[in-house]
Nanobody, 122 residues
Framework: QVQLVESGGGLVQAGGSLRLSCAAS????????MGWSRRAPGRQRELVAR???????NYADSVKGRFTISRDNAKNTVYLQMNSLKPEDTGTYYC????????????????WGKGTLVTVSS
């Protein structure tokens, strides 16, 4: 089992920035990729970004150029830097971990955190 604990959510004005963190513990060797998903009110959950162990990344079109995912393997922590936030970025952000090759051909999500709320005011 892998445990994921998110932090860093909050309230921010449109155009502002937030950084989310996710600390992983437990059987870390069973996963080689981590990422962030979000669920906005009234919308389906969306995979926002994913990063593989060696650093390759994928982003949803809606956040490209504004969000950056990174990881510190020594700390088993993944970050999501969110810039130029928009009201439509409002939602609960979930850290996830799973299996994915470096080329991003697929991402099997095995574990989820409990989520952290991000609210962007207009």
């Amino acid at each position: 089992q892998v445990q994921l604990v998110e932090s860093g959510g909050g309230l921010v004005q449109a155009g502002g920035s937030l950084r989310l963190s996710c600390a992983a513990s437990g059987n870390i060797v069973s996963v080689n990729a981590m990422g962030w998903s979000r669920r906005a009110p009234g919308r389906q959950r969306e995979l926002v970004a994913r990063i593989a162990r060696a650093g390759s990344t994928n982003y949803a079109d809606s956040v490209k150029g504004r969000f950056t995912i990174s990881r510190d393997n020594a700390k088993n922590t993944v970050y999501l830097q969110m810039n130029s936030l928009k009201p439509e970025d409002t939602g609960t952000y979930y850290c996830n971990a799973g299996r994915s090759p470096e080329n991003g051909a697929y991402y099997v999500l095995d574990y989820w955190g409990k989520g952290t709320l991000v609210t962007v005011s207009s």
